[in-house]
């Protein structure tokens, strides 16, 4: 953990503190060319402001603060996240292991993993009866194929000598699993976690922009509703920032279980 904590230098900062100049000027520029259709980075930053200075208010069902509608949009993240994984880690397992396993579920994989979250959303109403079970659930079978991907991968490519060491050994199927197969892969297993949950960070949008009711996407287009584009810009800036922290979370546990890091 410290070799990884010590790559993050001074130098790091400046870099990303000099990517968001970049940014700013890219969106202020966009201001200008749009004789300000769409707000520039101050008036947007005023009503940020605004936003953050009483974010977890509750009026009633569609006026709640960008604080509780965050947190019904992550609350709804983790756990279609958490399904998909719980789904995709043991199937990748099977998959990566065994033939028969890769030949049988391969073909529905590469069918239902190119599928648009806006075509599920409908059997997920028709399932669930509720909007916020199906936008879990389109969370959960869009989010689940990197990650079953990336372990099948990594099972699939556990060297001969690993796998003959063991049966030489005479390990059990458990100590194996749990000595040699989980070890080698893991580092693939995250890796997949983290591109899961990138996507299912962006599905959560389009899914409560068709779910309503509460959330950062149902507040995205609530706001489009009201005319306010500073409102839909900040929310813009919100998701994008939840987006980079999850994936440097993941970046760090990628680092921390790769073989390159011990």
């Given at each position: 953990m410290k070799n990884i904590l010590s790559k993050y230098s001074p130098l790091s900062t400046l870099y990303f503190l000099g990517s968001m100049l970049i940014l700013m000027g890219l969106w202020q520029l966009v201001t200008i060319v749009t004789k300000a259709e769409i707000p520039g980075p101050i008036a947007t930053w005023a009503v940020f402001s605004e936003m953050m200075a009483e974010p977890f208010y509750d009026y009633g069902p569609n006026d709640k603060g960008i604080g509780l509608q965050l947190w019904y949009s992550l609350r709804r993240v983790f756990v279609g996240f958490a399904l998909g994984s719980l789904i995709a880690i043991p199937a990748g397992l099977v998959m990566g292991s065994s033939k028969v396993g890769m030949?049988?579920?391969?073909?529905?994989?590469?069918?239902?993993?190119?599928?648009?979250?806006?075509?599920?959303?409908?059997?997920?109403?028709?399932?669930?009866?509720?909007?916020?079970?199906?936008?879990?659930?389109i969370i959960t079978i869009t989010s689940m194929w990197p990650t079953l991907i990336n372990t099948a991968f990594g099972v699939s490519?556990?060297?001969?000598?690993?796998?003959?060491?063991?049966?030489?050994?005479?390990?059990?199927?458990?100590?194996?699993?749990?000595?040699?197969?989980?070890?080698?892969?893991?580092?693939?297993?995250?890796?997949?976690?983290?591109?899961?949950?990138?996507?299912?960070?962006?599905?959560?949008?389009?899914?409560?922009?068709?779910?309503?009711?509460?959330?950062?996407?149902?507040?995205?287009?609530?706001?489009?509703?009201?005319?306010?584009?500073?409102?839909?810009?900040?929310?813009?800036?919100?998701?994008?920032?939840?987006?980079?922290?999850?994936?440097?979370?993941?970046?760090?546990?990628?680092?921390?279980?790769s073989y390159e890091s011990k």
């Open positions: 030949n049988l579920l391969n073909p529905i994989v590469q069918i239902l993993r190119p599928v648009s979250p806006l075509a599920w959303f409908p059997l997920g109403l028709l399932a669930f009866k509720a909007s916020d079970q199906a936008t879990i659930f490519s556990i060297p001969s000598d690993h796998k003959n060491v063991a049966k030489a050994f005479g390990f059990s199927r458990w100590k194996y699993l749990t000595k040699v197969l989980l070890p080698f892969a893991l580092p693939h297993i995250v890796t997949g976690l983290r591109l899961s949950i990138g996507i299912a960070w962006v599905v959560i949008v389009a899914g409560e922009m068709l779910s309503g009711g509460v959330g950062i996407g149902f507040f995205v287009w609530d706001s489009w509703n009201g005319l306010s584009l500073e409102k839909i810009l900040s929310a813009i800036l919100i998701i994008g920032t939840v987006g980079l922290l999850f994936d440097k979370i993941f970046n760090v546990l990628q680092k921390a279980f």
